[in-house]
DNA sequence: CTCCAAAATTAGGCTACCATAAATTTGGTT
DNA sequence: AACCAAATTTATGGTAGCCTAATTTTGGAG
């Protein structure tokens, strides 16, 4: 009594919820359909039905009320679009002269429409590449996911050195602005300031040691690696 | 009283239709439903609806039992897609590695996903290519085709030295076979025998000295220019 | 000039997906 | 413990696009 898994046809709906639900639960926020329906622009009732479908189709599991979670197969369905997402923005970023604030737009219509087969040639002629331009892992085919340990520029205290290490906003137009700070995955600083209160971080930028002002909110979604000082200090 | 011209939103469905009936009237077929359908893989009464949408869409022109006709946004919105997928055929062919009998299929899918945006990068990358992999010559962005004069196989006579110009074949299968034979665009041979009622042709490639049997269909689809022979023969 | 087969269209249905309005369930507050 | 607001689901309806079956039109053969 095995239960009925449907043919594992995805549209491009399910392709995109498969992905923001995988997404919203490994960012720690609860897949919920209120949620699911804002990142993808849709009524909530639409979430609703979709969750009913991709149930039956064995995809995740629905308790009415409560939540969905994603099966195996839902999981390993939404890692492949992960997967072809940022391998995607890679390649465009590396071989087409995207920058990051416009990638993520054409990625995100390309997803739907590349075969594997594309995906693992991009992936190939840039030697498989471990991170997005964003700085956000790259699942491997198999499906595998690294997840470096990170900390927001918020939580970092006065006085440490780190280094961006991703970028979690897509919003061309912050994307901008980070990138007009100065800022991109890899760029190592020092938090020289941390004003209480929600209050604005201060860092100064190793590379020109410019020091630069950065909104709260927006350094929320700077993820950071602290770089241990190696012998002073 | 201008004609009510709706949005020109077009879903990958029309765009697959525009595309097949200005494929269809480029070759002198006439752009039927029953062929339309063949092309396409649906049922007649599919086109006809399709048809019908189409032409409140003001992208042709549809006398009912009679046939269609692209208006000027109808061949404009059709070029656009031809540009589309040669273009994307000549990329993943020259920076990819695709082998000119897989790439139709995987650009088949990308024409509907990417932007005009990355279609420029990409011409722009390999120097804005005149012909796709196949040698069918790429639309420009203001929607001119080049049209070559081409002269089928079948109809060069014998003793005349010609170039192959444009495989008008898209199956897997058939591409396979004529590579194998040491044909693409571009190889001059001579023609040295031609069998009637609808017999094979004989050429004797000049690359390789090698003679090459090639059956009536197969040689009707290669289409070819005439070398005119410079000084002697 | 009539008739018939082929081609095309209309009629009627289906699926996937979206939406709005009307229930229903949940969980915290009093 | 009852109630209410928020979250969610159900009910209902719409569009695009596909299908099969039934009907209509066309154009050539006799």
Redesign the pocket.
């Known amino acids: 009594m095995t239960a009925a898994v449907k043919d594992p046809l995805?549209?491009?709906?399910?392709e995109?919820?498969l992905k923001v639900i995988y997404e919203l639960g490994s960012k720690g926020v609860?897949a919920?359909?209120?949620?699911i329906?804002v990142a993808?622009?849709?009524?909530?009732?639409?979430?609703?039905?979709?969750?009913?479908?991709l149930a039956e189709s064995g995809l995740l599991t629905?308790?009415?009320?409560?939540?969905?979670e994603l099966t195996e197969a839902g999981k390993r369905a939404a890692l492949r679009m992960v997967r072809r997402h940022r391998v995607l923005e890679a390649y465009l970023t590396s071989k087409l002269s995207y920058s990051w604030d416009t990638v993520h737009e054409e990625a995100e219509r390309l997803e739907h429409a590349v075969s594997d087969e594309l995906i693992e040639r991009m992936a190939l002629t840039l030697d498989n590449p471990r991170f997005d331009p964003h700085g956000a892992p790259i699942p491997t085919e198999s499906g595998d996911v690294e997840i470096p340990d990170r900390i927001s520029l918020t939580d970092i205290p006065v006085g440490k050195r780190a280094a961006l290490s991703m970028v979690g906003d897509r919003e061309p137009e912050r994307l901008r602005f980070i990138e007009s700070l100065g800022l991109k995955p890899g760029v190592r600083f020092v938090v020289i300031g941390q004003q209480p209160f929600q209050g604005p971080v201060t860092i100064q930028i190793e590379h020109d040691d410019r020091e630069e002002i950065i909104g709260h909110e927006l350094a929320e979604g700077l993820l950071c690696t602290i770089v241990e000082d190696s012998d002073d200090e």
């Open positions: 995805l549209t491009r709906s399910t995109d919820y609860a919920q359909t209120s949620t329906a993808l622009s849709v009524a909530p009732p639409s979430v609703s039905g979709m969750m009913k479908r629905h308790t009415p009320y409560r939540g969905v």
